[in-house]
Structure formats: structure tokens, C-alpha cells
């Protein structure tokens, strides 16, 4: 099951949701303002795309908060499973595999 996971509403939340509605690929949304990231769903995005990669670091209201300062990672999983804003939308998994962003050229792949 192909996994969405939004922060925040935008275009390529908004492509995303679209290309695998249009595709009826079957997604489960999950809202992180509404449903808390587990440590170890954390772990296997960092593992596939880099924790790096997670955070918004263009994002203005990321630029205010220490975790765009901190190359620590043990600190940035702190500061990402205590507010889930700071990722990038969207966050697409599928297993042990993620993309994050509007990616359809990985999602084709998938489908195989």
C-alpha cells in the first residue's frame, strides 16, 4: 500500500494526489497535523531518500526553527517527530522505498 504523507497543502501535494486518483492507485493519506510520525516510519524515509532531504529548509517558518541550523541527527529526529511541519510535502512511501516531492517517473516504477 502507497503511503502520502502531508504537512501541508501545495501544488505537488495537490499533483500528487491527482496522479495516482487518476491512476486509481489505491493511497492512504496521512495527515501529520492529524496523525503523529512514528520514530520508526522516520527511520525508514531518512534510510531511503536521507534525513537531510526530509526537511523543508525553504520553507520561512523552517528557517526560523533550530532544526534548520542542526546537522545532528539525532537532534533533527527530535525536532521532526515533535513538529511535522518542518518535512517537505509530500512524502511518498511504499515499503521500505520513498520519494520525496512530485516524483511520478520513481512512482511508474512502483508500479511493476
Known amino acids: ?14 499533483k500528487a494526489e491527482r496522479y495516482f486518483k487518476e491512476r486509481r492507485i489505491p493511497v492512504q493519506v ?19 531518500v536521507g534525513l537531510e532531504n526530509l526537511l523543508d529548509r525553504d520553507d520561512k517558518k523552517v528557517k526560523e526553527h533550530p532544526a534548520s541550523y542542526c546537522n545532528i541527527e539525532s537532534v533533527l529526529t527530535g ?12 512524502i511518498v512511501r511504499n515499503g521500505s522505498k520513498a520519494t520525496v516531492g512530485y516524483c ?9
Do not use: C
Request: no cysteine; net charge positive.
Open 79 to 90: 525536532y521532526i517527530l515533535e513538529t511535522p511541519w518542518l518535512l517537505r510535502a509530500p
Open 30 to 48: 496521512m495527515d501529520l497535523k492529524k496523525h503523529k510520525l512514528g520514530e520508526r516510519e522516520l527511520q525508514t524515509m531518512a534510510r531511503a
Open 1 to 14: 500500500m502507497i503511503q502520502l504523507y502531508i504537512s501541508k497543502k501545495n501544488f505537488d501535494v495537490q
Open 104 to 112: 511520478p517517473d520513481v512512482w511508474e516504477t512502483w508500479k511493476e
